[in-house]
């Protein structure tokens, strides 16, 4: 056992914090969920791109430094300790990509990646419908084969479409065998949203941000180099997603460390005369995320010494997401009063982001699959218990 | 960084279980509950042949000369048998501070018994009343203010001899006598040679305690799968896979944080106490909240001492409380996290002296 970094790792991570130093923002961007907001961070990934450091982690063919796991932690840890803007790419370099390097075509690999990696393409998810949620397998939306233009015309409606409406590309289920049932006969389209027969509708969320959408299809065409694997083999190809969004590449450690790291700041400064259910709620918060932090660094050395994380990246959801709701809990007690007030009060605390951060932390129990469906993940594969009703 | 065993650590602990699966089944565990002594001599022989009482003993004296990194795993292995003897005290706890504390004929001649399995020690950590299995160690290691004391067995008086909910753990308040040749350390020596001890035990109750989580654990999954209402198997209802999901995300992030503390405390990392403190509220949440959820998905079989279920789940409580419960160790977290808690504030704890890194811990342990 070796909790020591590397002269390597070292020098990345001094590297990683120069940079960051010097350009992130000393302004926080407006959120990345409006439509200012989202311009103003496009900006930011392509300085991030400009320099590579936007997908550190990725070959450097493809705009990144070909960075181990192991630095790509680090780059997590240093990005969000600097404080940097959220990453409005996320769905495409963190979800999108790690399937396209699986299963991808080369030529696929060569369209696509490098201009998501430059924000030039802008990717976000269609998996739920209307009626699939948690029953991602009930996808309705359908593909009609057209031989005749060599491809696949797809009408339907996709939902919760995180910055649906300010995206360019959307990866999604689409039923390609109409008899098909359940995970059978679905296949995994790339689709460019400017496609005629593609309409956008974006909407509010929690939080008043317009950071939802939804995505309707009337007889799209698609050509068939933008189906990713096998025909009506979409559902592997898409589990491999959400094995990357609930684990490790959507939510590391960094993030959840530098917000513990906030919350003891808030504590220092609006503690004074906490109560010590507070002071212990605090306490739970910062032990939270450093177990979260323990914990991956012992998959990764599974991940290296090459065992499969799989389904137990249920567990690893399941924590990030409950302990960043009570991080916030404890954030708005300390808070008090004030822990209503939101961005443009007068008296708001940090600019109302903790209201803001709890909003969004209530999200993480629903989005990537609910925390219901992790449990049942958890249960049925990890620990072996009988499948049964719902 | 690696954050893993290697193949001897693994091996030897998987060794242990082997001869504990054999030497200390839930049979002879009831036994202790039992029997005159509350303990095997022969299965502590068995352990001593194997090399397990003299781990940490240096070599010069017959031991294997191992550390925290070497013995976390073994202590897990013990936990999981529900192993009634004081083996954290004895291993994790009075060898290295004999080795590193005690004068070197008191040492020499104690050091070589644990090893030899001739010797099993009993420790009273400061501002604990009682011993465990104390009426049987062949030596107690006994602290007074800020001086630590070794004392054989015969030269202590039984006050008193307690009853604990696990009838396995045989408790007993001694009254004894400090004597110069007894000293082990005393001053700034015996000040840092109690808290390394504290930190040695409170790891090697939370390494025992994961191996008594997963037990449980596994013991309610097999149990889940069989048993039917409905029927089918209630391990196929959500609101049963949904409590054993939790159970499992409790053992699976207790882990690794023992494992670290275990990591902190070999090293001599500077924030090792803050570790073990994470590790010992950790392993002691999840072993009480997995008790709780093996009890209720067994339902009714469980709550019988004729299911081996509540031997495990007794020794969970005991040791959950021992060496500093969750609260106790969290508020020594705070301490090193966020600093001494407010004065002045509305605190209803505010005359309870908070635990402290810088303070001897039997003012607050008690």
Not at chain 2, 113 to 130: E, T
Request: glycine share 10%; hydrophobic share 45%.
């Amino acid at each position: 056992m070796d909790l020591t970094w590397s002269d390597t790792e070292d020098t990345f991570r001094a590297n990683c914090r120069t940079w960051l130093e010097a350009n992130v923002p000393a302004k926080p961007l407006p959120s990345g969920d409006t439509a200012d907001g989202f311009a103003a961070h496009l900006g930011w990934e392509r300085r991030l791109h400009a320099d590579r450091w936007a997908v550190v982690s990725w070959p450097e063919e493809y705009g990144g430094r070909g960075a181990s796991l192991w630095e790509w932690l680090i780059f997590e840890e240093e990005y969000y300790r600097a404080g940097a803007p959220q990453r409005v790419t996320q769905n495409g370099i963190f979800l999108l990509a790690p399937t396209l390097f699986d299963f991808g075509t080369p030529e696929q690999q060569a369209r696509f990646l490098p201009r998501m990696a430059a924000a030039d393409d802008l990717w976000c998810q269609g998996w739920s419908e209307p009626n699939a949620g948690s029953d991602l397998a009930n996808v309705r939306s359908k593909a009609m084969r057209d031989d005749e233009a060599g491809g696949w015309r797809l009408t339907g409606q996709k939902t919760w479409t995180t910055r649906g409406a300010f995206c360019t590309h959307m990866f999604g289920l689409f039923r390609t065998d109409p008899a098909s049932d359940r995970h059978k006969g679905l296949t995994y389209f790339l689709v460019p949203l400017d496609t005629p027969g593609v309409s956008v509708r974006g909407f509010g969320r929690l939080d008043g941000d317009q950071g939802f959408a939804e995505v309707f299809l009337d007889d799209a065409f698609v050509p068939d180099d933008l189906v990713l694997g096998e025909v009506d083999g979409g559902w592997g190809v898409a589990m491999a997603t959400t094995g990357s969004e609930r684990g490790l590449t959507l939510r590391s450690p960094g993030r959840f460390m530098a917000a513990a790291a906030r919350l003891v700041d808030l504590y220092q400064r609006y503690g004074n005369g906490a109560n010590p259910t507070l002071r212990e709620a605090v306490t739970q918060a910062w032990m939270d995320a450093e177990a979260y932090q323990l914990y991956t660094l012992a998959d990764v050395t599974a991940i290296v010494d090459g065992s499969a994380v799989g389904a137990r990246s249920s567990l690893n959801k399941v924590w990030w997401s409950e302990l960043d709701v009570r991080l916030h809990e404890a954030a708005l007690g300390l808070l008090g009063p004030r822990g209503e007030l939101i961005d443009g009060s007068p008296g708001a605390v940090d600019g109302g982001s903790w209201m803001k951060g709890y909003e969004f932390a209530l999200a993480g129990p629903i989005y990537a699959g609910t925390n219901e469906i992790q449990r049942n993940v958890i249960a049925e594969r990890v620990l072996g218990l009988p499948r049964g009703a719902r | 960084m690696r954050f893993a065993f290697d193949d001897q650590q693994r091996e030897f602990a998987g060794a242990v279980r082997e001869l504990l699966d054999g030497a200390c089944d839930p049979a002879s565990v009831r036994e202790c509950w039992t029997n005159a002594t509350g303990h095997s001599a022969h299965r502590w022989q068995l352990l001593a042949d194997m090399g397990v009482t003299g781990l940490t003993v240096p070599e010069g004296h017959g031991g294997l000369g191992m550390g925290e990194l070497d013995w976390v795993l073994v202590m897990e292995e013990t936990g999981r048998a529900a192993l009634p003897e004081p083996i954290v005290e004895t291993v994790a706890v009075a060898a290295p501070m004999l080795a590193e504390f005690a004068p070197t004929e008191l040492a020499a001649e104690w050091l070589s018994r644990i090893a030899d399995g001739s010797a099993i020690v009993a420790v009273q950590h400061q501002g604990k009343p009682f011993v465990v299995s104390g009426g049987y160690a062949d030596l107690l290691l006994l602290a007074s203010g800020n001086e630590m004391h070794a004392v054989p067995r015969a030269d202590v008086r039984i006050v008193s001899e307690q009853v604990s909910v696990d009838g396995a753990r045989r408790i007993v308040e001694v009254d004894w006598h400090k004597r110069p040749a007894t000293l082990i350390a005393g001053g700034e020596a015996g000040y840092r040679c109690i808290n390394a001890s504290f930190d040695r035990g409170a790891l090697g109750t939370a390494a025992q305690l994961l191996g008594l989580t997963d037990r449980m654990l596994s013991t309610t999954v097999a149990y889940v799968k069989e048993r039917e209402q409905f029927g089918v198997p209630i391990g196929s209802f959500q609101a049963v896979k949904h409590h054993l999901a939790d159970a499992l995300m409790a053992l699976e992030f207790a882990r690794p944080v023992v494992y670290r503390a275990a990591y902190s405390l070999a090293h001599g990392a500077p924030h090792r106490s803050r570790d073990v403190s994470m590790a010992k509220a950790y392993a002691s949440d999840a072993a009480t909240h997995v008790a709780a959820v093996a009890l209720q998905c067994h339902g009714a079989i469980a709550y019988t001492v004729e299911y081996d279920l509540h031997l495990f789940m007794k020794r969970a409580w005991a040791l959950a409380a021992s060496w500093g419960d969750a609260s106790w160790h969290r508020q020594r977290v705070a301490m090193s996290v966020l600093g001494p808690p407010p004065s002045g504030g509305n605190s209803s704890r505010a005359s309870t002296p908070a635990p402290s890194e810088a303070a001897p811990l039997g003012e607050t342990l008690a």
